[in-house]
């Protein structure tokens, strides 16, 4: 059973400071890794793509993977009220379709 | 770009009867598209494949005969709710993967959420 990993939160966060999200898989062929926002009652929204091992910067995000520890993480930096949501982290899949595995996801609440 | 629509956006039926559900990729051609369902407070589970002009490919434990799915062309999968129960009403969302752009991104649509009666 291939499996994806996330605190469920909620993370509670002021506004201003960073918020730090993880994630661990299980599935060592994943190449590819995604955070998705979903905002309640909504759909999922793509945040970022990452899949080199290191630091990749967007904005305000930080999405960070380490492929040896199956861990990829997200950070937001100078959060905001609006930033209050679910993370899902999804990695992709080995199968020729590329699905992906997603966790539970991480509720943020950003506090003013 | 990349934008995928969904319609109905919500829909209530009464119970024994179908609903199909469209998605569209709108600005790009979806060689993919997939099809999910997500219950309050959980996540994303995903319920089958879809490929253009041939049959979509189910999820273990999701009953292909009650979910149709049909990809008609490169911007349109439908998926009917045949026989709808109570337990049935959900969260259903879409996503399409792009041909020929960074064709691992997956485009999520806004989501129908069905309530059976």
């Known amino acids: 059973q291939k499996e994806v990993e996330q605190n469920s939160g909620p993370l509670s966060v002021p506004e201003g400071a960073i918020a730090s999200l993880n994630c661990t898989y299980s599935d060592r062929g994943s190449q590819s890794f995604f955070w998705y926002r979903q905002y309640s009652g909504k759909s999922p929204e793509l945040i970022m793509f990452?899949?080199?091992?290191g630091d990749k910067e967007d904005g305000r995000f930080t999405a960070q993977l380490n492929k040896a520890s199956q861990y990829v993480s997200l950070l937001i930096r100078d959060s905001q009220p609006s930033d209050s949501a679910t993370y899902l982290c999804a990695p992709q899949g080995t199968d020729s379709w590329g699905k992906l595995q997603f966790g539970a996801g991480t509720q943020v609440v950003v506090t003013p | 770009g990349a934008v995928v629509s969904q319609h109905p956006s919500w829909v209530i039926c009464k119970s024994g009867t179908s609903v199909k559900i469209e998605c569209r990729s709108l600005?790009?051609?979806?060689?993919?598209m997939f099809w999910y369902r997500q219950f309050p407070k959980q996540s994303l589970m995903l319920m089958a494949t879809s490929n253009e002009g041939s049959k979509a490919t189910y999820e273990q434990g999701v009953e292909k005969d009650k979910f149709l799915i049909n990809h008609a062309s490169l911007t349109l999968s439908t998926l009917t709710v045949t026989s709808a129960h109570p337990e049935d009403s959900s969260f259903y969302i879409c996503?399409?993967?792009?041909?020929?752009?960074?064709?691992?991104?997956?485009?999520f649509g806004p989501g129908t959420r069905l309530t059976v009666t």
């Open positions: 600005d790009f051609q979806a060689t993919t």
């Open positions: 990452i899949y080199s091992n």
């Open positions: 996503s399409a993967r792009a041909l020929g752009l960074a064709d691992y991104e997956q485009y």
